[in-house]
């Protein structure tokens, strides 16, 4: 299975999010999934326009099993629920990772699985635990 791996950048410490998401990917591979992140295409994502980036995006999502979606706050990501409702569009799989403190969400009610983690360490946990 492979995952499109949809998160919020805009805001967030770029140094902070690689290497966490360089934990994200590695568990992921351990686990046996495959994935993809615009975050691995750094700079010449980075430097597309808004709207190639979500065309750039779709192209990949489409290319993808399910939609791996990591929210950490009650910060919102327009890019990201763009792509959330273009996979429910196109009936793709969502997979909601979600930290227990966000509130304000009508994500866990259109998520195909939901997994609530505390903090960094109970996110990459349940990452492992993870089986579809």
Do not use: H, P, W
């Not at 902070?16 to 994200?24: A, D, F, G, I, P």
């Not at 629920?81 to 979600?98: T, V």
């Amino acid at each position: 299975m492979k995952f499109f791996i949809g998160l919020r950048v805009t805001g967030e410490d770029f140094n902070e999010l690689m290497k966490e998401m360089e934990k994200v990917y590695s568990t992921l591979k351990n686990q046996g999934y495959d994935y993809y992140c615009t975050l691995q295409d750094g700079e010449t994502f980075q430097n597309l326009t808004k709207m190639d980036m979500l065309k750039s995006a779709f192209k990949s999502i489409d290319k993808c099993d399910a939609y791996l979606a990591i929210i950490k706050n009650e910060n919102k990501s327009e890019g990201l629920l763009i792509e959330i409702g273009y996979c429910l569009a196109n009936k793709k799989k969502i997979i909601l990772l979600i930290n227990k403190s966000v509130k304000n969400t009508y994500l866990r009610n259109i998520a195909n699985k939901v997994i609530e983690f505390n903090d960094r360490n109970d996110m990459i946990s349940k990452l492992k635990a993870l089986k579809l």
